[in-house]
């Protein structure tokens, strides 16, 4: 009995053992799931129990408003890197899906927030930009039609002929006023003389 037991145990060290990661899994990320992150990594890393084949894995990366912000996936052994190309602060999902040594499909995701970065704002639009151009200063690129035309070509002079018109008339008037005044001081001269030559008769 003692021999029948060592020979089975000198058999268990000769027979290779199955493996017990025939089915692959996810052991962790960086960053890992559910981190909020203020700074944006240069690359994503997921981590497997067993080296991922490169013909049967896919990783993406999205972002807010569904923005792809993955590359292509770089492989080294049972770790994938995904270059990380971030739009905006929000929360972004790497999803992965791999096939087991054991042939059962590997499926699952990783999410995790930036919290800092350029959120889109909505309330623009390329119709509010549009206005804002046409009620603004005027662009670059106007028609010169949509340029008001002005009134007065600016080598040209304003017309003088109303202006010289008042001169005359101006004129005309004081010379009428200044015959009027020599004719009433030559009549009040005349009164005087004759009021002198009767007081000395």
């Known amino acids: ?3 029948v037991l060592g020979v089975a145990f000198g058999v268990s060290f000769l027979v290779p053992p199955t493996p017990a990661a025939a089915h692959n899994e996810l052991t962790g990320s960086n960053p890992r799931d559910g981190a909020r992150v203020a700074t944006a990594p240069a690359r994503v890393e997921l981590r ?3 080296t991922p084949s490169p013909t049967t894995t896919k990783i993406t990366i999205t972002g807010p408003d569904n923005v792809v912000a993955g590359g292509p996936p770089v492989f080294a052994g049972s770790r994938v890197r995904v270059p990380f190309k971030p739009a905006a602060a929000g929360l972004y999902i790497v999803g992965y899906q791999l096939a ?3 042939g059962h499909p590997v499926k699952g995701e990783v999410r995790f927030t930036l919290t ?3 959120a889109a ?3 623009t639009s390329p119709s509010t930009a549009a206005g ?3 009620t603004g200063s005027p662009s670059a690129d106007a028609s010169p039609s949509a340029v008001p035309a ?3 070509p ?3 002079t304003a017309p003088t002929v109303p202006a010289a018109s008042e001169q005359s008339d101006s004129g005309g008037h004081w010379w009428l006023w200044g015959l009027g005044g020599v004719l009433l001081l030559a009549a009040l001269g005349t009164g005087l003389v004759f009021r002198r030559q009767r007081r000395v008769r």
């Open 154 to 156: 600016a080598n040209s």
């Open 100 to 102: 087991s040594a054991d």
């Open 116 to 118: 800092t970065g350029t």
């Open 121 to 123: 704002d909505p309330s």
């Open 150 to 152: 002005s009134t007065t």
């Open 132 to 134: 804002t151009t046409a």
């Open 48 to 50: 497997f129990l067993a």
């Open 1 to 3: 009995m003692p021999v």
